[in-house]
């Protein structure tokens, strides 16, 4: 389980080349936007290899998790912790993630004490103290908005809730014009979802998310410690890329 870093970088080294740490968070953030200044560049890579070396990994439905896997999920995780700290998610001991979308059973009992059972199909899945759940899905920005999504509940969770008026007023805002939203408008299902959908529009689209409510950008900004709209040069391409 604290073999990550030897499995990752022994990956690298069969693509060809010799100096595999920082090349390796530039290969899986190739991906990603451009939100992170050189200082912050370095410093989400850190984060990443600490989560990396501290989380165990499971794979399911006979996924095999491949080190670039787990060091995606170790990325997203990081994005997170540039003011908190990686120590946030130590509530939990790892991650599994499914070969795409699973299904789980959902179970309610109403009110004349009638179970209904029925089947529900996810993405990704989180609960407090229990791992990660996570589908690796074939799109890279739609397998990114899993990842950021779900370490969003975590954060909310780690931090003991996040939700204020700053939440509320952009929430009442997003209520009034669901069709003009940075972000899906599943977000309006509760407060823990609005937090996590306007969390992909933080890491994913940043200066769209700006645009639209300026107050709950600058409260993204002040959680993380980001500014990803302010980003303009891209850091971790200045290195030399794959062949
Ligand atoms: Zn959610």
Redesign the pocket.
Known sequence: MKRWWHRLARWWRTTGDSDPQSLIWARIAATFPPIFTANQWVKQQQLAATFLRHKRFWGADGLTVTPEMAATVAFGAACYAHRAGIAIFDDFIGIVLYPAPFQVLRRWEDETGVVHEWPDTLE?ETWAQGPVVLSWLSDPSERWAVVI??FA?RFDAALGGIWNETWLSAWERAAQEPARLPFSPEALEDP??FI?YTAEAFFLAAPRLKTWDLGLYSLWCQLTGLDPAAVTQVSHTNRKEPS
């Open positions: 990704g999504h779900e509940h823990g979802e996590a």
